[in-house]
């Protein structure tokens, strides 16, 4: 029997795990979000410790740290969103409500040596498969992708 399937590309992606939570725009929302995360992975049987929670763990966080210190709107939350799919993909959402459409630039190679920021980025690019933004009505998504 012959059967025809389409190339993956064109196959929908079928998410089976969804988590949504929102935060007020606070350093620790920022810290509570990471514990949910990881948290929220243990149940869906990524271990809490693993090499993969661990990674999720440091995306969340610079990501969710980026939405309070550069999204932060006062009243307005941030919301992460962690889906996992049939095929093992972890997408990690942070969106915040920030008004301004500029949308952050692809992280410089290295920032100076004395500088104290501009490294989340990198990390969140070096430790995740693919990663980007998306522009919103109001405000943008910042997600990054990975196979635990």
Request: with cysteine; proline share 8%; net charge neutral.
């Amino acid at each position: 029997m012959h059967t025809e399937t389409q190339p993956p590309e064109a196959q929908p992606t079928i998410t089976v795990r969804v988590f949504r939570q929102r935060f007020s725009p606070t350093r620790k929302a920022a810290r509570l979000a990471r514990l949910l995360a990881v948290h929220q992975l243990d149940e869906w049987g990524i271990s809490y410790g693993s090499d993969s929670s661990d990674i999720a763990a440091l995306i969340v966080a610079e990501l969710a740290a980026n939405a309070v210190t550069h999204g932060r709107v006062p009243g307005r939350d941030f919301e992460l969103r962690l889906a996992l799919d049939a095929g093992g993909l972890l997408r990690i959402e942070v969106t915040d409500t920030c008004t301004e459409r500029r949308l952050p630039a692809p992280p410089p190679l290295a920032p100076p040596a004395e500088s104290e920021a501009g490294r989340g980025l990198l990390l969140v690019a070096a430790l995740a498969e693919t990663w980007g933004v998306s522009g919103r009505e109001v405000g943008k998504t910042v997600w990054a992708t990975l196979r635990p």
